[in-house]
Structures are given as C-alpha cells and as structure tokens.
C-alpha cells in the first residue's frame, strides 16, 4: 500500500510556508521562499537550487554534499548494529552445517519479492539447503498464513523459518512453529506490537529499543543487511567469497525501495544510487530480459531496447516495479521470482513474456473497471444532482488484486475518498484512498465500531488501506462510510493540490539548470523530481498527440526582462482536457518539470508540463 510522505520534502511541513493559490486543475501550493541569510551563506549556487536544498531540510555543506556525493563506504551502516543480528547470523551458520533445510518466506509484493531473492541468492551461495514460499495473494493473503504453517510442519526437515518484509505481527503463527520445534528469525521494516512474536530473533529498524540508526528502510533493505552481515562473518571468509560480492545484489534493495516508496533519504538513497548502477550492469538474465520488452503504453518517449545508461529510478517505477507487482495481482508472485533468480535465457524470455503479459493483463482490467465505475458514478451524479463526497463502489466480479489501484485513479480524478471492493472466497475485499484531513484507517475503525465489528478485518496508512467484509453487510457499511465522511469532510471539499518547488524566470529555464537538477537523481518518495513554476507565458502553438489524443505538445514564448524572446517545447502527459487553455496567443502559468528530450540524435530542453491555468 501507498505510504505518506512529508509533503513530498524531506524538510517537512514544520520547515516550510505554503501560499495557496487557486488554478483551474489542482491548487498550487508554493514552497515559501529561501531565507536571504541562506542565500548569503551559499552565493555560488543559483537561487532555484538553494530553494530546492531548502525544501529538502538541507541547511550545511556536509548535508548537501552527503545527499549528492553519497558514498558506499561511509554512508552504509554496519549490519551488526542491529541488536539481534549476530544471534541471527549464529542460528543460520548452524542450520547450514547441520543441514537443516532453511525456509525464507516472503511477501507477495516487489518489496517481499525482491528481499525473496537477495535471501535465497545469499544463502544459496553459502552452501544452505533453502526454499522459498510466496502465498497467494487472493487464497491466503499477508503474512504467515495456516495453509503455509501445515506445509512447513509437515517437512521435517525444515529447521529453521526466515520471514522477510512479513512476521512482525504474527505472534501467534510464530508461536504455533515454535512449539512444533521450528526456529523463527524475523527480517521485517513493519511497526513492531508492544508485545512481539518470540521469534529466535528480529531484524526491524522499528523495533523498540533497536539501536540500528537508520529507520526507514525497506524490507529488501533490512534483508540486504542480514545479507551482508552473513558475508561478512567468519565462517563465510573461509568460502572465499570474492569481496564486494554482495553489492550485486542492491539491484534488488533499489527497485524494492522504489516501489515501496520508502523515503529515498540516508542509507535508502544510498542503496538506490549504487543499486541502479548494478541495474545498468545487471548479471540478472531476466531483468536483463524484462528491460528490453517495450510495455504496451506509458513509455512513448524511450528507444528499445532500453540503453544501460537510461535505466533512472523513473524508471524501477514505471517499468520494473509495476510488472512485478503485477504477477502476484493477476496470477501468483513466484512467477516474478522466478524471472528474477533463472539463470537461464530461454527460461528467462519465457518469464519475462509471462510477466508482461500480466501486466498487460493488469491494465485491461483496470480500465474495464475504471470504464465500469465511471458509469455508474455518473448515474448517481444524474440521479443525486451532485457531486460525490465519498466514492463506495465495487462489483463481484472486480479483482481484488487491482481495485486499489482503481480506487487511487478514482481519487485522483475526484478528489475525494474513494473505497473499490470485489469479492474473494466468499466474501468481499476492498481498497481504499483517502484525502488531506480523511485518515482511512481511522474512519473505518469508527465505522466497525459503530457497525458492531462488521468488519472482518482492515489496516493500512492513513491515506491508503484495505478491508475485508461479509458480501450482506456491504450496503450498512457504505452508509457508515458516508455518514462518517459527512462528519469528518469539510462543506466544501478541497482540489487535489500540486506542490511547487520554486518559480522560475525564463531566463532560468537553461541547460546548466537542467545539469543540475539531475544531481538531485535518484528521485523518489522524500526527493520527488523538481516542480516548476513559470508565469505569463504566450502559447505559440497547441495540439493534441498521442493515442487517443490524450498528450497536449505545445511550444511557448517567453520574454525576459531585457527583451530577450525565447520558445520552449513542451508535453503535458494526459492534459488533454487543458486544451481549452491553450489557444495561440494565450497568456499561460505553466507547472513543470525540466527534462532533456533526446529524438532521432538531437537533445532538447523540454518541460513536461503537471498543470496549465490562465495567467492573472
């Protein structure tokens, strides 16, 4: 599930003044500007970087050059700070000299799945005898899971239980394998209960107590660490394991911490740096595989086969993160496993194709039912007279595994909270995307209560969760909701906002200002790609591309202060109803981001356009 982030800074909001200002798409909400001493303290550095430091909580030279310049060797903390790490080192060298088999088991999504395979590459490389268990994500859903405990009983020769990016939370499953004689480390980034499993150990930053400095990293991320701490040990020194080895597997805590969206700050952004330049030199045949498939749509600007050089956190997020998530969505995540681990290439093209096409799959059946609940929002619009204040909606037959992500579209269109169900094993399973000031988790715990329990279970973020119900208790649970949303939504419920970094001259808008910008790479949860503000800019020209016309490419002029005329390409990504903005001669604010353009051998400057409104 999605996670919060701080208003997309690493600052924060105590760090930062907002100025509302109301355009015709989302309201833009200004970053406050950079206090003048700052600006005296850094005379060398272009306002608009100064801006971007400042929004980010980077105050000193040593934090800017920390964030830019991060380096392996000094910004990585040492995997035996964490309190249990080295009777957890201790428990797995005795199951491999014992022989004992070694059970990881993970979460079905990118982040379980990749922490999956850096586990499994690692212990496989230590001589351990190791199996790995995904659960279905409709039959048996998060966590240890009662099919999975029989299974693992019933092999006697399973010793000792990994969970990874799970388990936290399982006290009673760990308690079930302890007494049938299996040991249980738990590797996991979850918050921990006041009272946690007894398991033999726990690695979790958010352990209470734990003394590892670092607290937000991602469950591939913790696993990384057990990794190194199992490759640096003693006893792995005498395999004579070729040093450094365990750098190659950052390709996995890179893509995981993307797709989990983990704040790409300290030791996180750290692993993403290196682990991109793992990706562009990746030994993974099928990642290899996977990048040279060119997906159906969304990536209309990039060549096949994907250059090494073009591989960006961009791109874990458009093109890796959403295949792999997509197997466990529409079929079972050991397939994007798999792919991940083969080292062979006709096994690697078969997975990679299968991969594809369930993402394929995935799409299709989210814009059927996005095609669906628009429909019938629109008839309650007719039949209401009014806009939605929240959005409950579901069909039987909708998968479960995608209404999350039909629920954010819906609430990204709307701007208001928004709950998509299907059903599953008798019973209905939904998702659910909030707004500012309408906590998920919260409403729907009033709601439970007020319905008596009527809830089978449910959890998540404040602005993203998960639910599960009797098929007959679904209509008293959507009047719950929407009594609940009267009582916590304001009259009038605000425009989604758009966060802008900083205004920009024309003459700013240069290719030293671009450089720059992408030594802010990678971007991510935390350090999101800068956002831009230009004002009063003239449309030259404007027209729709793009299948089904949905892209606006437009080019604007420009006047500086001296006079100075300048046009600027640009591309506004699904702004097709902007259009009505963009007659030539139209005096324009544009929010965008800077981005090189590279087409058949020219490179270009080009703003790809969040949001256009008409200039006051």
Known sequence: MKKESAASNAAGDATMIYHEESGQGKRWKLAGKIPNDVVLQFPEQLSTILQLFHNRGLTTQREIDEFFDAEYSVDVHDPYLFQDMEKAVARIWDAIEQKQKILVYGDYDADGICSSVILYTTLKKL???VEVYIPDRFNEGYGLQEKALKEIIADTRIGLVITVDCGVTDVKEVAYLNEHGRDVIIVDHHLVPPIPPAAYAIIDPKREGEPYPFKTLCAAGVTFKVACALVQSDKAKKLEIPEGWEKWLLDMVAIASVADMV?????????VKYGLIVIRKTQRIGLRTLLCLRPSRACEHLTFPLPADAVTAETIAFMIAPRINATSRMDHATVSFELLITEDEEK????????EELNNGRRKTIDQILKEAEAMIKEDIQVSGKQPRIIVIGKEEWMVGVVGLAAGRLTDKYGVPTFVYGRTNGNLKGSCRGIEGFNV?????????KGGGILIEFGGHAV???????????GKFSELLREEGERVLPEKIPLPSLFVEAEVAPHEVTWELCDLLARFEPYGEGNRRPTLLLRNATVASARLVGEKEGHVKMILKTTDEEGVVKFLNCIGFGLSERMRLCDAGACVDVVFELDANEWNGTKELQLKLKDIRKSV
């Not at 704040?263 to 692993?271: H, I, K, N, Q």
Request: charged share 25%.
């Open 441 to 449: 988790v919260e409403v729907m715990r009033a709601c439970n209560e």
């Open 263 to 271: 704040p790409l700050v300290g030791e996180s952004r750290t692993f």
């Open 127 to 129: 001589g351990a005898e």
């Open 348 to 355: 690697a093209q078969r997975f990679a194709e299968r991969v």
């Open 464 to 474: 993203a969760g998960g639910f599960a119900i009797a098929p007959e208790n679904i």
